[in-house]
Nanobody
Framework: VQLQAFGGGLVQAGSSLRLSCAAS????????MGWFRQAPGKEREFVAA????????YYTDSVKGRFTISRDNAKNTVYLQMNNLKPEDTAVYYC??????????????WGRGTELTVSS
């Protein structure tokens, strides 16, 4: 499965943005999906997860109440709606098929990320 995230950009603090992640090669409707991010000079970290049918999700504490993960299995796409963006959200964002219970990358590979920069 090839995953590509897009929708990033340069925004001001307090703005909203929606990231999308499209899969090609095969359907990922049977998998949990997650968003991860890697800030400059830092390790990649978990951001949000959604189960295979979109009925359950969870988030890292720093984005709770601001970010919402969703998916459209018919479009083979997962989304990350980000509101009230903060400079500390600046990172390259990636999506991946995950072990929903562990929140870890299921296949160990990363597709193309999308860069988000939030200015203060």
């Amino acid at each position: 499965v090839q995953l590509q995230a897009f929708g990033g950009g340069l925004v001001q603090a307090g703005s909203s943005l929606r990231l999308s992640c499209a899969a090609s090669g095969r359907t990922f409707s049977g998998y949990g999906m997650g968003w991860f991010r890697q800030a400059p000079g830092k390790e990649r970290e978990f951001v949000a997860a959604i189960n295979w049918n979109g009925g359950r999700s969870y988030y890292t504490d720093s984005v709770k109440g601001r970010f919402t993960i969703s998916r459209d299995n018919a479009k083979n796409t997962v989304y990350l709606q980000m509101n009230n963006l903060k400079p500390e959200d600046t990172a390259v964002y990636y999506c991946a098929a995950i072990d929903y219970g562990l929140g870890s990358n299921l296949f160990g590979s990363w597709g193309r990320g999308t860069e988000l920069t939030v200015s203060s």
